[in-house]
């Protein structure tokens, strides 16, 4: 049994080398690759390279791993759980300092999470959460309220149609299903329009947080409904994405379809600032620094907040031509 169980973390440990590509594997195998020496040594699982938010994202943690002087073993699950069970497996396997995650998904993670604890690795969830009820399972959880991001997004439309009584047909396009940014972006958004039956979701479906699934899934949105108002995106790629299969359609996006998203990359601000899209909720990506002071904080046997919520702001298309040249990513 014990021999079956070790031949698989094995196994996992070789898939996310190749997987990640990168250096390390000097040590593996050693014991206590992170003992000595004092340089912290971070697994990192990230969820994939889906958005132009990720992307930013992947770089804020790679170059302020670097910074920090801390060694960052990087592993993309390429969109699927079972790709970060076995990188959360290998780095237990490995031993590293502290395991550092972005879940795809919400929920199924207390088995792995309930291994890492039982090895004294540390974790730390970051950018998005778990539903683990036992909050004993990671430190800390760094990152965004998507709640309220889906409950400024409701706002604004609720402003932006005030006093008017026609019915608001409303489009949306969810991110990836069961991610917590979905479903909650989803939920807050929701929570706001229902004060007003004159705001009707007429149509909802997942675009994966992807610019071509937006696309295909507006395109089909644009097909079966004539009368869309409004497409609310739960991210910028996606709205992009929208906006391809709406001016395709022959319709001008921002002003025939108003469009409001998440996120706040560089080319949302842009399609923003050209009148295309109406509104962006600001997500920052730019965890990294905050996440490897939480490490050596973790590493030094310091008690961290259990939740660290990121600040972020909301950008008219005002806003966004002022704030766009400064845009880092
Ligand atoms: O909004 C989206 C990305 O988890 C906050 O994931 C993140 C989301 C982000 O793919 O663009």
Redesign the pocket.
């Known amino acids: 049994m014990l021999k079956k169980w070790s031949a698989a973390v094995l196994a996992g440990a070789l898939a996310v080398g190749a997987l990640a590509g990168c250096g390390g594997g000097d040590d593996a195998g050693s014991g206590d690759s992170g003992g000595g020496g004092g340089k912290i040594t971070m697994g990192f699982s990230q969820?994939g390279a889906?958005?132009?938010?990720?992307t930013a994202?992947t770089k804020s943690i790679q170059e302020s791993a670097a910074t920090a002087g801390i060694d960052l073993k990087f592993s993309d699950a390429q969109g699927k759980q079972e790709n970060q069970i076995k990188a959360i497996r290998s780095f237990i396997a490995q031993r590293v300092d502290v395991i550092a995650f972005?879940p795809v998904v919400e929920s199924g993670w207390d088995t792995v999470l309930k291994e890492a604890k039982d090895a004294n690795i540390p974790v730390i969830l970051t950018?998005?959460s778990v539903d683990s009820q036992d909050k004993t399972l990671y430190k800390s959880f760094i990152?965004?309220d998507?709640v309220l991001e889906g409950k400024k997004a409701g706002e604004w439309l609720v402003k932006e149609y005030e006093g008017k009584p026609e019915p608001v047909n409303i489009v949306e396009l969810q991110?990836?299903p069961g991610?917590?940014?979905a479903n909650d972006r989803k939920a807050g958004f929701a929570e706001v329009i229902k004060a007003d039956p004159k705001f009707k979701v007429i149509a909802s479906q997942t675009g994966q947080?992807t610019r071509t699934d937006g696309k295909e899934v507006m395109e089909a949105f644009l097909k079966a409904h004539q009368d869309i108002d409004v497409l609310y995106a739960?991210?910028?790629?996606m709205g992009l994405g929208a906006i391809e299969a709406i001016e395709a359609a022959g319709k001008k996006p921002g002003t025939d379809i108003k469009i409001i998203t998440?996120?706040a990359?560089k080319d949302g601000m842009t399609a923003l600032a050209a009148g295309k899209i109406n509104y962006i909720v600001e997500?920052s990506?730019l965890l990294g620094p905050q996440l490897m002071d939480l490490a050596k904080k973790v590493k030094a046997g310091e008690t961290v907040e259990q939740r660290v919520v990121t600040e972020e702001t909301t950008f008219t298309q005002e806003q966004a031509k002022a704030a766009l040249p400064d845009r880092k990513y």
Do not use: K, Y
């Open positions: 969820v889906e958005s132009g938010w990720r994202n972005s950018d998005r990152g965004s998507f991110g990836s991610a917590a940014p947080f739960h991210n910028d790629d998440v996120d990359v997500c990506p």
